[in-house]
């Protein structure tokens, strides 16, 4: 038996420039040619994003309707969409196209991280899983948040890495910029205020470094400030993130609809049927109504203590759920469905769990660690779906290829040590 040859995998720019250029070649061939139409069509949550990106353009406010300002979604991809929108005119397609880039510079920085982490080799071939991944691709042509959450978080943890190293001479600056990146993130999706956060107590618990805290912190709120300062002068109220917070805590009690009918056709006639969703109707305040659902939420749960348990333990595995709901508008048959998750999310979570269970312990791994429970917390509480995990996947993608080329090694080196063995024997 030969060993397996892993020498392809030795570092060359050219092998990286082949990857990033074959990742940007699927995903262009995906959007133009293969992307589902409804897809393309803003609908659900991408209504609403394309709806205020273009009050943005036509109005400069953040509205679903002129004249009244809203906070109900973060402003960060609805001014990403506005920008295109802008250079591009209202083209769906040049979204998709835009969005394509930044996943394969995405692709970039899972190799970047892989190298820190580890070695590499294992920065090579997550880049190389990465550029065919699924999930990443579908993501990239869809008029949603994830793949702009997905390419700033990575930035995120790779400059978390960099103010770590003690040997860098550029720490003062990857502390500024991370500030600031982790501020742009937080404008996409408010919940990585929280993994911001996470990240912020385990440096300076860590490093004790109050200079770099400082520094940090000051680089972040002289962005987000914006959004705050913004949002209180309209409302007069301090909202940090958005004004959606409460009825997407309200709607993970189950208090509204059961999770299986969420997604269907008749999810709309049994929420509007629903006594708090007609009270809340009642509510002119955005704000007022946002805290009238967390109310609810609490008093619901208050009153099903058992049920919040079961339902909490439900959101986590649907957060890892190897296969999406079917009968859902993906655009695609559910057979196309099963078959791409069994061979692509559910090899790399069983793999990505081994990776992280059997590598050596240190600051970097924890970061990581952090990231993954802030997410499977924070959506374990709040509302859970499996698009929502989309940013968290190119670790587990990073720790599978680590401990697949740990099997691989371990193996070619039993075949050596048997062939030794052999030619020895042959040799006496």
Known sequence: MKPISLNFLNFKKDNLYI?????????????????????????GDAFGYDKLAINILKY???????????????PGYPIFLAVIYFLFRYNVL???????LISVFSVYLIFLIGKELFNKKVGVVSALVASVYPAFIYYSSV?????????????????????????????FFYAIYFGIISSVTSLVNSVIIMVFGVL?????????????????????SLIYGIWVYRNYKIFNKIIFGSTNGGYTFLFSTEALIQFNLSGLEQENEILSKNPIIINASKINSEVERDKYFYNEAIKYILANKKKFVLV?????????????YLKRKYGFSDTILVFLSIVSFL?????????????????????????????????????SQIRYRIPIEPYLIIFASYYVLQIINKFNNKIKNEDFINISSNVG
């Open 200 to 220: 912020v107590v385990y440096y300076f618990l860590t490093k004790k470094d109050f200079k770099k805290l400082v520094i940090i912190l000051i680089s972040f």
């Open 94 to 100: 040049a979204v998709k196209i835009v969005q394509s």
């Open 19 to 43: 990857i990033l250029f074959f990742a940007l070649i699927l995903r262009l061939v995906y959007a133009i040619y293969f992307s589902p139409k409804n897809i393309g069509i803003p609908s």
């Open 143 to 171: 008029i949603l948040r994830e793949t702009i959450v997905l390419f700033f978080l990575l930035l995120m943890i790779f400059l978390m890495i960099k103010i770590f190293d003690d040997e860098n001479e550029k720490k």
């Open 347 to 383: 090899p790399m979570l069983t793999f990505g769990i081994l990776g992280l269970f059997f590598s050596e312990s240190n600051y970097k791994k924890n970061i990581i660690i952090l990231v993954l429970t802030s997410f499977i917390i924070i959506y374990s509480v709040f509302w």
């Open 312 to 324: 909490t333990v439900k959101k986590i595995l649907k957060y890892l759920k190897p296969i999406p």
């Open 60 to 74: 400069g406010q953040l509205s679903y309707e002129v004249g009244k300002p809203t906070a109900h979604r973060e």
